[in-house]
């Protein structure tokens, strides 16, 4: 999602940014993580044919990640969700991962409030992984990136509010899938109705190459997440330049 910072009415500004919970409004935390530029993004809008086209692009992409995502906390509910055609490679490898680990989850898509600095957020999943309590976040993007680290922060500082809570640990699940080229070894995307293919580095063959797309399989890749505590600076100092960037709107909550 790109940053809009401009609100037509208060309102506006307040269902775009945040919700209210229990009569008291809080910005969330994605919408304050926004005001961080993500060089990614703009890469993934500079390839478009236009602004609109990515847009679009964007759009399907998130449905999609979101039936990943659902299926996936359904299945950590113990549910037995459709596994839609679409995603079953990612709910392979999902599946066989949770054969491989011990998960227990204790909660899922819950909402998060930090009464101490004001803000909320939901978090995917808190989960005692391999004997061990942590927040996992779920991604269906094609890589992990580093914003990660401060969205999950962000969610451990609140967690912390309660004095009960042991020490957490942060671990992304990353969620993907893709095919490889059957002559030169490269490797294609299908998301949001669109192909993004990814040469071979090596050879000169792929440049050339008819590409003969193999089966669609599943990535997974879980990542523990270190440097909480510089994690938890770094977001609060972003939330303070988004509170300085939406000043107007906030003064009149
Ligand atoms: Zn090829």
């Known amino acids: ?17 945040g919700h209210e919970i229990d009569g008291f409004w809080y910005p969330r935390v994605t919408s304050i993580l926004s005001i961080k530029s993500k060089p990614a993004l703009y890469r993934f809008y500079a390839k478009q044919d236009s602004f609109e086209a990515g847009e679009a692009i964007k759009n399907k992409s998130a449905e999609e ?51 101490k600095h004001r803000y909320s957020g939901t978090l995917d999943c ?24 401060l969205q999950t922060a962000a969610y451990i500082e609140a ?26 070894g490269s490797t294609m995307r299908q998301k949001g109705g669109s192909e993004s293919i990814q040469l071979a580095r090596f050879g000169s063959l792929a440049k050339t190459c008819n590409h003969v ?27 303070t330049l988004w509170e300085w960037e939406n000043d107007y709107w906030l003064r009149q909550i």
């Open 159 to 184: 967690l912390r509010e309660n004095e009960t809570m042991p020490p957490l640990k942060r671990w992304i699940l990353r969620l993907d899938q893709s095919s490889r080229c059957l002559t030169c």
């Open 213 to 239: 797309w193999g089966e669609t399989s599943g990535n997974l890749e879980f990542k523990e997440l270190y440097g909480v505590e510089k994690d938890i600076q770094a977001f609060l100092a972003a939330k």
């Open 65 to 115: 990640g979101t039936l990943l995502h659902d299926t996936v906390e359904a299945i950590l509910r113990g549910q037995s969700p459709a596994l839609p055609e679409i995603i079953r490679p990612a709910i392979n490898s999902f599946l066989e991962f949770k054969q491989q680990h011990e998960i227990i989850p204790h909660k899922i898509e819950e909402k998060l409030i930090s009464t």
């Open 1 to 17: 999602m790109l940053s809009m910072s401009y609100y037509k009415t208060l309102e506006e500004f307040k269902s775009s940014t």
């Open 126 to 149: 808190l989960a005692e992984i391999n004997g061990h309590l942590g927040v996992l976040d779920i991604k269906t993007s094609k890589a992990i990136y580093r914003d990660y680290n």
